[in-house]
């Protein structure tokens, strides 16, 4: 009888290999998928009858409606639980938030004007009001976020920049942090002095951002996914700029270039999704409280569309990039020499009494401001009284402060012209005075941004810029044709605006931001041109002003390569030929003279030096030990360095420069019996080969065992080393 064929399974043929398959099994593969999906529609339809019956036995119960709506929540949620709706609440979220602070800070602000009127029969009493009441709300800034989390100081874009690139930072976008960000930022901010809101609001986003994955259900898979979470992170971080301009566009290219090295394009669309939705709801909010009649640009302009400027004026765009860039590597190292000044708590009396108190510091600054900023004195030469909104709308008007000056511009012209000065000295004024105390304020200890700051002293700029076209050329700079254009000062304010503000940051996407807060694009190139040149300028001389504090905190971050001829340094340029080592083949003199002449803690190990394969590395306390060992030759474990009281004595082996040991007994130490060194030596053991064999670990190419503490000296040097205890 022949043997027994063996038994196929769904047409799978046994092999003395690994079998094989036959077009029988994939067709029986294809009859069973479709038994399947005829079995699963049928037990839908089964089930969506048992729905349907059980609804109708239901129908004159209470639970009718509450089993109705819970039965289609089964079936939306997992619709709802997408990005889509995450980004779309994020957005709606922070729209509410950022409109409620401009809120808050709008009427600190009006109440210290009102304050400041209505005591105006005294000088005195106003000089108090209008110091005393930022000053207040500073300190409680101060003392709030201190208490609540520490976290909350600063602006939040550098170290959302090292969360991006992986570090982790504990707390710092916990609960606690977003209420201390919060009510410090919009205490900070109604106090009226130069600090902006856009970088504390990325931080704010992003705190939001991990609240809404942390504490939802629905999207708790976010937070738990670490891929996805950085996603939404950086969608976030695009957020708190539009929320905070109405800016979707640049607000998400700004976040990626002051945010990301690499940026995902998957995460493209996410940011502008809730750009838009964000900057949409900012704005809505604005016309349904009646502050705006519709939805329009935040510091609207309307320049001449058909003849804006002409090509001439393009030099003068072109000096106003460059100054830009010179004044914004200026603006970062007056912040990085502030923030050194004030944490040197022990270079001069002066700075220990600083450190008394943490609320000096920021009491005398916010003195000095305020007092800068009196309208009855010194703020009369700066429109101290206007708040930095405020200034930029005048800033960026369509009309000439000096050269034939409109009815429009009377009204301006009385913040900035006074009897005793002319337009020209107050912007002059003006723009020293806020580089200096913008540079000041955002180095306290309280949440402070840079970006609107920086945009504001480039607006002055540029309008003082313009000013002087517009007087050196009345009539408007002639083309060749013979038409003639005015001089627009107001176009000038924006070109220098976004030059200052990228030159600070390093950013390019600043042109964008400007075009959208003005809602005109008619400067787009003389504002691209001015960027490009700034940018230029600035990067070779100062990093960033977000990546000088990260220099400053000292956060873990991978530098960019700035300059071009860096790129092709290789490692073999910068790593030493000539090192110090140690071989199998090595004796032990060449140990003692290795140990002698370098103080480094670990050593390459290598198998020979005419092959020099790198085999691992050896510690330095283990190369101690091991001379000391074979100096000793054991002799130190017999009996005979028991002193009289039967405790052992420690030895310390002192090396002279002929390589002769000697042994000097130490005072004993009162410890328990251990069998230690002996005390005989052999001479000229020092140029006997090593072995390193026995004591270098391959698996993790190091040496070691368990070690204890023991003093000994080289060279009449004492060194800590270690040897091995048996």
């Known amino acids: 009888m022949g043997e027994e064929a063996p038994p196929k399974y769904y047409g799978y043929e046994e092999n003395l290999m690994h079998g094989r398959y036959n077009s029988s099994m994939a067709d029986y593969t294809k009859e069973y998928s479709k038994k399947l999906k005829y079995n699963t529609e049928d037990d839908d339809l089964i089930s969506e009858f048992d729905a349907e019956h059980s609804m109708r036995s239901y129908s004159q119960s209470r639970e009718r409606s509450c089993w109705r709506l819970s039965y289609h929540w089964k079936k939306i949620r997992p619709v709802l639980a997408n990005d889509y709706s995450f980004l779309l609440i994020l957005g709606i979220l922070m729209a509410l938030i950022s409109f409620g602070l401009d809120y808050v800070i709008q009427k600190f602000q009006l109440a210290q004007i009102l304050l400041y009127k209505m005591v105006a029969f005294s000088t005195v009493l106003q000089y108090i009001l209008w110091v005393g009441f930022p000053l207040l709300l500073i300190c409680f800034s101060v003392g709030f976020v201190h208490l609540v989390s520490p976290h909350a100081i600063g602006s939040g874009i550098p170290e959302m920049k090292v969360i991006l ?21 919009m205490t900070a901010l109604g106090s009226g002095i130069p600090i902006g809101k856009e970088g504390p609001f990325v931080h704010v986003s992003s705190i939001v951002a991990r609240m809404l994955s942390k504490f939802i259900k629905g999207f708790h898979g976010i937070y738990v996914n670490e891929a996805r979470n950085v996603d939404m992170l950086a969608c976030a971080c695009a957020l708190g700029v539009s929320s905070s301009f109405a800016a979707p566009i640049g607000g998400v290219l700004f976040a990626i270039e002051v945010t990301s090295t690499y940026f995902a394009v998957r995460n493209y669309w996410r940011g502008f999704f809730t750009a838009v939705c964000g900057a949409f709801m900012f704005r809505l909010l604005a016309v349904l409280d009646s502050t705006e009649e519709t939805i329009t640009a935040l510091f609207k302009t309307t320049f001449n569309i058909d003849f804006p400027f002409d090509v001439q004026e393009f030099v003068a765009f072109g000096f106003i990039g460059l100054t830009c860039g010179l004044a914004g590597a200026l603006f970062v190292y007056t912040h990085r020499k502030i923030v050194d000044f004030s944490q040197r708590h022990e270079a001069s009396k002066f700075n220990r009494f600083l450190a008394k108190s943490r609320f000096i510091y920021p009491a005398m600054i916010v003195i000095v401001v305020s007092t800068l900023s009196f309208p009855k004195g010194f ?22 402060w000096t050269s034939n000056p409109s009815s429009d511009s009377e009204k301006y012209l009385l913040y900035w012209r006074t009897e005793y000065s002319n337009v020209y ?16 304020c955002i180095a306290l200890p309280i949440p402070a941004g840079a970006f609107f700051p920086v945009f504001v002293i480039g607006a002055a700029y540029g309008r003082l810029v313009g000013e002087c076209m517009a007087t050196w050329f009345p009539d408007g700079i002639r083309s060749g044709s013979g038409a003639s254009s005015p001089v627009l000062p107001g176009g000038y304010a924006v070109v220098g605006a976004a030059a200052m503000a990228g030159a600070v940051t390093h950013t390019i996407s600043t042109s964008v931001i400007v075009f959208e807060l003005t809602g005109q694009i008619t400067h787009i190139l003389p504002v691209m041109v001015a960027v490009l040149i700034a940018n230029a300028v600035v990067q070779p001389l100062q990093p960033s002003i977000y990546d000088s504090i990260i220099e400053i905190k000292k956060l873990p971050n991978i530098p960019d390569i700035k300059r071009t001829r860096h790129y092709n340094v290789c490692a073999g340029d910068i790593m030493q030929t000539s090192i110090l080592y140690t071989s199998m083949t090595g004796t032990y003199m060449a140990i003692r003279d290795l140990l002698k002449k370098s103080p480094h803690t670990s050593f390459p190990l290598v198998d020979k030096p005419e092959g020099m394969i790198l085999l691992g590395s050896v510690r330095r306390p283990q190369l101690e030990w091991m001379l000391q060992r074979h100096l000793l030759n054991g002799q130190m474990r017999n009996d005979n360095t028991d002193g009289p009281d039967g405790n052992a004595r420690h030895a310390s082996v002192h090396f002279s420069s002929g390589g002769e040991v000697s042994i000097k007994n130490l005072q004993a130490q009162q ?34 065992e368990s070690v204890a503490t023991h003093d000994f000296s080289v060279d009449n040097s004492q060194v800590r080393t270690e040897h091995f205890v048996w």
């Open 671 to 704: 410890r328990p019996k251990k069998k230690t060194f002996g005390s005989k030596l052999k001479t000229g053991t020092t140029a006997h080969p090593v072995s390193l064999q026995r004591l270098f670990n391959t698996s993790t190419s190091e040496m070691g």
């Open 379 to 400: 703020g009369m030469f700066m429109a101290g009284q206007l708040t930095p909104k405020e200034a930029v709308v005048q800033l960026f008007s369509n009309s000439t």
């Open 425 to 440: 000295m107050t912007l002059v004024i003006f723009i020293l005075v806020k580089f200096i105390l913008t540079a000041l």
């Open 165 to 185: 690139r992986g570090t982790v930072l504990k707390r710092y976008l916990s609960f606690q942090t977003f209420i201390a960000k919060t009510v410090g930022l």
